[in-house]
């Protein structure tokens, strides 16, 4: 099972931390990744860590604003997102896959999802 915590409301240029923590697998060999679901809109990736390499990916909308880390000992994947639009307000879920299957951000090809954790930012 997979848990996401950590959303909120926060205010236009603020900063949030989701986590991702699993229960009953470890994330060893595993990728995860971080997807959105905005009000009318698809499904899209965020953000993607390979725990095996460390390789971290970031879809163009939250590069260089985002950072995405693993803590392997606590079994928890961490997304900061800062400098916050109001465009970021969506419903954001992880889900994983073993790492040897991994295609970053494909939605199809991840194995484990939990719920969302909801983000909202007022402008």
């Known amino acids: 099972q997979l848990q996401a915590s950590g959303g909120g409301l926060v205010q236009a240029g603020g900063s949030l931390k989701l986590s991702c923590a699993a229960s009953?697998?470890?994330?060893?060999?595993?990728?995860i990744c971080w997807f959105r679901r905005a009000p009318g809109k698809e499904l899209e990736g965020v953000s993607c860590?390979?725990?095996?390499?460390?390789?971290?990916y970031y879809v163009d909308a939250v590069k260089g604003r985002s950072t995405i880390s693993s803590d392997i000992a606590r079994n928890t994947v961490h997304l900061l997102m800062s400098r916050l639009t109001p465009e970021d307000t969506a419903l954001y879920y992880c889900?994983?896959?073993?790492?040897?299957?991994?295609?970053?951000?494909?939605?199809?090809?991840?194995?484990?999802w939990g719920r969302g954790t909801q983000v909202t930012v007022s402008s």
């Open positions: 009953g697998y470890i994330f060893e060999d595993h990728a």
């Open positions: 889900a994983s896959v073993r790492a040897y299957d991994f295609i970053p951000f494909d939605v199809s090809n991840m194995e484990y």
């Open positions: 860590i390979n725990t095996n390499d460390g390789d971290a």
